[in-house]
């Protein structure tokens, strides 16, 4: 990614939620749009407490993801067309992605068989994500509520818009990108441009953007706003990760 930009990481959205007794806090939510979780009706307890895992199921609102960016968005088709010979370049050409390979553990969940190369629709969800700032916006909004008062049912059909882009993105990160604790950067800013919290314990459920620049991260928060200083976990069996 663009170092003059924050980051794709798996992590935090713009704004965050207080969980429990206003300490832990999570950015956005975390969804499901794999066949396995659909019927899923057990307690989703570490993502999302009280909710069982089909609850937190996305239904497909668009055929592919060509549809579903040029409808959602002023995203034009020479401009997704260029995006996609770009991402195609990256498939082709360059040895970093072209030697990405899945590790053992997804093809339950999200049906990817270990030691499988990553796709070119992959490659797609992070160009769109890094490219076009204000349809990135639009997108990381639908993983948080507009209000304190939006249904569960509200928020769900928003993120039902970016099925495709939600659900190739997160297996980028997840399948195919860097633990966090065995990343050489140590250090990830992210700018927010309001603040909810004095400090805090973080769940980082919807997507975000990070970066290891402090100057890049000032530009993304306001007057009003604060640049976080995320550090990366001693734990080696943390499961975050990032895709740099």
């Not at 895992?53 to 260029?82: G, M, P, R």
């Not at 797609?124 to 997108?139: I, N």
Request: with cysteine.
């Amino acid at each position: 990614a663009d170092n003059n930009q924050q980051e794709n990481d798996a992590g935090p959205s713009a704004d965050t939620r207080a969980t429990v007794d206003d300490v832990q806090y999570q950015f956005g939510y975390r969804y499901y749009y794999w066949p396995y979780f659909k019927h899923r009706s057990d307690e989703d307890w570490q993502y999302n407490p009280g909710y069982r895992c089909c609850d937190w199921y996305i239904a497909q609102k668009y055929n592919h993801l060509k549809q579903e960016v040029l409808s959602n968005s002023k995203v034009t088709l020479q401009q997704y067309t260029i995006t996609l010979d770009k991402a195609t370049q990256f498939i082709t050409h360059s040895d970093a992605v072209r030697t990405l390979r899945s590790e053992y553990g997804w093809k339950q969940d999200y049906n990817i068989a270990e030691n499988e190369p990553v796709q070119l629709h992959h490659v797609m969800s992070v160009l769109l994500y890094t490219d076009f700032t204000k349809l990135s916006y639009a997108f990381s909004a639908t993983f948080r509520r507009r209000d304190s008062h939006e249904s569960d049912k509200s928020l769900k059909q928003r993120n039902s818009h970016f099925w495709h882009w939600s659900k190739y993105l997160r297996e980028m990160v997840e399948v195919y990108g860097t633990k966090i604790y065995q990343c050489p950067r140590k250090v990830f800013y992210h700018g927010v441009s309001k603040v909810f919290f004095p400090s805090f314990l973080a769940n980082f459920y919807g997507p975000t953007s990070t970066t290891t620049s402090i100057e890049v991260a000032t530009l993304f928060s306001t007057n009003n706003g604060v640049i976080l200083r995320l550090g990366k976990a001693p734990n080696k069996h943390d499961n975050l990760k990032c895709f740099d």
